[in-house]
């Protein structure tokens, strides 16, 4: 590891809608290394796609704002770099895999046109002959045929069209590469070799990833370093052994791994986290977990817990203070 | 390509008689009879019962529809009862007035319309937002009898910059093309906001925003050709209902097209020309739900496949 890619420090964001200001993301402090791949859990709404717009600095127009914090890329303080600056970064050094990739290619564009508006946009110096030649490489990189090409979306099975999104990301060869759940949306074979694709692409073109799952698998797999998101904060991070070891871990974690099926075990129930994820227009005064930790004392309910850094491993719980 | 026109082409036939025969019936079932109304009120009635025998209205229904459609189809659509002119001449004499109006009512309201409704749409709840939809929802609502009056009042009256009726020069043509073009800008515009607010939410719209285009460029690029759908039908519907005439707006300036004319002729019951008249209509407006359908095989490639099977997938 050589040195910090992404910092992120105490970044905030609200979403202000007309009945209410949503608190998504408070708090956050991040960073990732270079080549180094983060892994970011947690459930629905705790913030961790709305982490990837900050980057992006893409959140939605005059709804999502910024309101505290540092994003810091490759040595540039993103939240002072103007918008025209921004589309310089954005499918250069950072890109972006979205979800879902039934929706995410333009249906009226051929998809060799959708990989080469990337390169005529951040590789100028190339001439017409070799962009057409890199847009080949590329789609050869993904496992596609390059023949393709002139072929538009519709006509490629989800898997494939995932390959093409993952296209456009690398085609650059961008720094660092945020990858929002790129398998939840195909089916199960599909999703181990567009996982398998990632990993080998990523290891060629050294390109720090930041994956955002559900899928505690996925992340063993993949990741080199765990963080546990919820309700747009951290509330435990650490190495894949930190975690998926048998430490101690946050409560919450422990009820995350205490919800997946276990092949080897006998016990014939999960055990899910009751309760839900607290209201983000009002969060609550201290451990936002608080409401549905098992081992909850008196003091969480008032004083929101520091983070508590051991080694590799951190945990943002009262059990591990001291 | 050629196929597909060729097909639709064919397939229009039995829509123009299905029509045909429809108008044809309803006005041989309604009362009132074309010789005592050629003929006038003070027709003895041998006069009347010697024409009918001429015209052949004592044959039965079927065979004078059929008279009528053999004569039609070598482009004999018979004498008009109220002129006994050729009901084609007089058509043929009123079509350019209706296309003018049409083609800049139509061609001036889209040219607007769509770029402020794309303004609109990109600029939503900003004061420029709000003013637009205030101004298209008064648009939709003023009538456009009250709109057509109160140019004429303005600009021909007042101002004395245009004549305020009659179809004999241009400059005749300039404020009913207005009265048009404003209650059909009112439809792009909202037509287009809507359409593309709902486009600029798509996820390959962020897809592509994230590869670093520039916001003018996504919506220009990717936004506009996804929103051009809708749109394109808007427009070629209003294309089509303005051929039909616009009875409103031609009886204000005085223009003789084809709405005042199938408006007299129903009233006047001059069979041939209502026959003539709606058939025309039909017709154009099944020509131009074709060239709909050819301009969306032009933008959307998922059309272009359905509509021309073989190799499609080439742009």
Same mark, same amino acid.
């Given at each position: 590891m050589t040195g910090e890619l992404l910092d992120i420090r105490g970044l905030h964001v609200v979403y202000r809608t007309l009945e209410s200001d949503v608190y998504?993301?408070?708090g956050l402090d991040l960073s990732v290394s270079e080549g180094e791949t983060l892994g970011l859990v947690g459930e629905t709404g705790a913030g961790k796609t709305t982490t990837a717009l900050s980057i992006l600095k893409l959140?939605?127009?005059?709804?999502?704002?910024?309101t505290k914090g540092e994003i810091t890329l490759d040595g540039v303080e993103?939240?002072?770099?103007s918008e025209a600056d921004m589309q310089m970064i954005r499918g250069n050094t950072v890109s972006m895999i979205f979800q879902d990739p039934m929706s995410s290619l333009?249906?009226?564009?051929?998809v060799g046109k959708q990989v080469e508006e990337v390169l005529t946009l951040h590789r100028r110096e190339l001439s017409k002959r070799e962009i057409d030649e890199q847009v080949d490489s590329i789609f050869g990189m993904v496992g596609l +045929?390059?023949?393709?090409? %002139?072929?538009?979306?519709?006509?490629?099975?989800g898997g494939m069209k995932q390959r093409i999104v993952i296209a456009i990301a690398l085609s650059c060869q961008p720094k660092l590469l945020l990858a929002?759940?790129?398998?939840?949306?195909?089916d199960v074979t599909i999703q181990a070799q567009v996982l398998d694709m990632m990993r080998d692409l990523k290891e060629k073109l050294r390109t720090s990833m930041i994956l955002i799952t559900h899928d505690l698998g996925v992340v063993a797999e993949l990741c080199d370093r765990v963080a546990i998101m919820y309700a747009g904060e951290i509330i435990e991070m650490g190495s894949i052994d930190d975690l998926y070891g048998t430490g101690d871990k946050h409560p919450y974690t422990e009820g995350l791994f205490g919800s997946l099926p276990s092949?080897?075990?006998?016990?014939r129930r999960l055990h899910p986290i009751d309760g839900l994820m607290p209201d983000p227009t009002s969060l609550p005064q201290?451990?936002?977990?608080y409401e549905r930790c +098992?081992?909850?004392?008196? %003091?969480c309910e008032a004083e929101a817990p520091a983070l508590n850094v051991s080694g590799t491993h951190s945990v943002r719980c009262r059990l591990f203070a001291g | 390509m050629a196929r597909f026109v060729f097909r639709r082409l064919l397939s229009m036939i039995p829509v123009i008689i299905g029509i045909s025969f429809i108008i044809f019936s309803i006005l041989a079932l309604t009362p009132g009879d074309p010789a005592q109304i050629i003929l006038g009120?003070?027709?003895?009635p041998e006069a009347i019962s010697e024409l009918r025998e001429q015209m052949g209205l004592n044959d039965f229904f079927i065979v004078r529809y059929i008279r009528y459609i053999a004569g039609a189809v070598r482009g004999d659509f018979g004498l008009?009862?109220?002129?006994?002119?050729?009901?084609l001449n007089e058509l043929l004499a009123r079509l350019p007035n209706t296309l003018v109006l049409a083609l800049f009512g139509v061609g001036c309201a889209a040219m607007v319309g769509v770029p402020i409704g794309i303004i609109s749409a990109v600029k939503q709840y900003t004061l420029i937002d709000n003013a637009t939809r205030v101004f298209a929802m008064v648009m939709t609502a003023i009538p456009a009898f009250w709109l057509g009056l109160m140019l004429m009042l303005a600009?021909?009256?007042?101002?004395?910059?245009?004549?305020?009726?009659?179809?004999?020069?241009?400059?005749?043509?300039i404020l009913p093309s207005v009265t048009l073009a404003i209650g059909n800008m009112a439809v792009m515009i909202r037509m287009t906001r809507s359409t593309m607010l709902e486009v600029i939410r798509e996820d390959y719209i962020r897809t592509a925003l994230a590869k670093g285009v520039s916001r003018r460029k996504v919506i220009l690029r990717h936004a506009l050709a996804n929103a051009l759908l809708p749109i394109v039908t808007t427009i070629g519907i209003n294309f089509g209902l303005q051929m039909g005439g616009a009875m409103i707006c031609e009886t204000v300036f005085s223009i003789p097209g084809l709405g005042t004319l199938i408006i007299t002729s129903v009233r006047q019951k001059d069979i041939p020309m209502v026959m003539a008249s709606v058939i025309f209509v039909a017709l154009t407006i099944s020509l131009v739900t074709l060239a709909m359908d050819l301009i969306y095989s032009f933008f959307d490639p998922r059309v272009r496949m359905q509509n021309f099977r073989k190799g499609g997938a080439r742009a």
């Open positions: 998504a993301i408070n959140l939605p127009d005059r709804v999502g704002f910024i993103l939240t002072k770099v333009n249906p009226v564009i051929p +045929p390059p023949s393709r090409k %002139h072929e538009y979306p519709h006509q490629f099975s929002d759940e790129p398998t939840t949306a195909l092949l080897t075990g006998d016990e201290g451990c936002k977990f +098992p081992k909850r004392t008196g %003091h | 009120d003070g027709a003895t008009s009862y109220r002129t006994q002119l050729p009901v600009f021909a009256l007042k101002l004395r910059l245009v004549p305020a009726i009659g179809a004999d020069t241009w400059e005749g043509f």
